[in-house]
């Protein structure tokens, strides 16, 4: 199947357009009397998702015997009925108002009873996805509720990923409505490889590894990729087999969403977006700008809002700290059992460096300026400033070459014209 779709770098899709590129790709799906299962995005994820899912509602509903919809939290945490009113644009208890009798759903990915296994990566696959970097069987467990229909959209956008090179696509499946095997394998090899590399890469091999899971599903899939420009704006959709589709998001991402800068900045406030609830989600803010704080700069996670480093995992995290990935390869036998997964995203905030003769030695320093007090940023190997002490405003009025803000930093990317060779990917 073809992939249909539009996007622009210059303007927005229209409502007619939306409806147009949702009405063919109903047609090409042929939802009469099926089950249907969209994948949505939790809050996490900036895009025109009430409108989108209105559209699919409006031409898919009338036809199909029914369309529910799974939240992909990976391991986020599980939404209230309020919050996922809110995500989809209704007002609260009206849900039914819009959607009829369509169901929302959580992913539970801690519930052994809400998964099921579908296969297993076996180890020389993997050598040979990974070029050698790991060789051992992995299992495929994805949310069962998947099983249960006939048809599986993945909806939602594509954006620079500090683990995958892009998201989106089949992302959506794995972490997105996966069990916790396959998501830690994956985010700890894309913290072996380094966020510089992977962020922005379209071909990388985690992104082999979530295709090679995605094969094992026995149900039609296909996905509506968006890019979402500024302030949640669509500037594109394509729709098909989710692979094709996330491949088109993907090149239209990366002419939208990312900064090329001639020289690195000693010093990058990155001003997170209230969407970011905890740590665990504001560390887009240095994923995303990573590349371009000096050698020796300092880059200040700016969240006032922000109280907690992570709601679901912040125990483990204040057990390891932030660190970077030498730092744990060296000492592999002391971190080896924690969970993989919250080992990648220590290193991905803290940034590469290098670990010699039992001293670490960062790249950079990483600075919060949160309400996660003073204490807890010693605790975990971070920097703090009192956010009030900064003042956003003179940062925006006198930007200099030395230094950068970022407002509603997290999901553009910026990098060097001239990378280094620690920031390209071979």
């Known amino acids: 199947m073809d992939v249909i779709g539009q996007g622009h770098t210059d303007h927005n899709l229209s409502d ?26 939790d809050q996490t994820r900036c895009c025109p998702l009430p409108a989108t899912l209105r559209r699919l509602h409006e031409v898919i509903s009338p036809q199909a015997k029914c369309l529910d919809f799974l939240i992909a939290l990976g391991t986020h945490p599980p939404m209230s009925e309020e919050q996922i009113d809110k995500l989809v644009g209704v007002e609260p208890g009206r849900r039914a108002k819009v959607f009829g009798k369509s169901r929302f759903f959580n992913h539970e990915w801690k519930n052994l009873d809400a998964l099921t296994k579908i296969g297993t990566l076996a180890a020389d696959h993997i050598d040979e996805i990974t070029g050698g970097l790991f060789a051992m069987d992995i299992d495929v467990t994805i949310n069962k509720r998947i099983l249960e ?21 089949s992302k959506y499946f794995f972490p997105g409505v996966s069990g916790p095997e396959l998501l830690n394998f994956f985010h700890w090899l894309g913290a072996v490889i380094t966020n510089p590399k992977i962020i922005g890469s379209k071909h990388t091999p ?15 899939t296909f996905a ?62 240095m994923y995303k700008l990573e590349c371009v704080v000096a050698d020796g700069g300092e880059l200040i996670i700016y969240a006032p809002h922000i109280s907690e480093v992570s709601i ?76 009030a002490s900064i003042d956003v405003a003179e940062w925006q009025n006198r930007q200099a070459e030395s230094r950068l803000h970022v407002p509603n930093a997290g999901e553009r990317l910026y990098k060097l014209k001239n990378p280094p060779d620690w920031q390209r990917f071979k």
């Open 16 to 41: 007619d357009e939306l409806r147009r590129i949702v009405a063919s790709a109903a047609s090409r799906i042929d939802p009469s009397g099926k089950r249907i299962l969209a994948i949505i995005p």
């Open 224 to 285: 509506f990729c968006m890019v979402v420009a500024g302030e949640g704006r669509l500037a594109g959709m394509y729709f098909g087999p989710v692979s094709r589709a996330w491949s088109a998001a993907a090149d239209l991402s990366d002419r939208i969403h990312i900064n090329y800068v001639e020289k690195p900045f000693a010093s990058v406030l990155s001003c997170a977006p209230q969407m970011y609830e905890d740590l665990w989600t504001g560390g887009k803010c």
């Open 149 to 169: 229909y006939d048809v599986v959209l993945v909806v939602g956008p594509v954006f620079p990923h500090e683990v995958v090179g892009f998201s989106g696509g």
């Open 312 to 387: 679901t995992h912040g125990k483990v995290i204040e057990a390891v700290g932030y660190h970077t990935r030498d730092y744990f390869m060296a000492q592999w036998d002391k971190f080896r059992h924690y969970p993989w997964g919250v080992l990648a995203h220590s290193t991905q905030v803290r940034g590469i460096g290098a670990y010699v003769d039992g001293v670490e030695r960062p790249r950079i320093q990483v600075t919060l300026a949160t309400a996660i007090p003073a204490r807890l940023c010693r605790k975990i190997n971070l920097g703090y400033r009192d956010p």
């Open 206 to 220: 985690v992104r082999k590894t979530l295709e090679a899971a995605a094969d094992m599903l026995r149900v039609e």
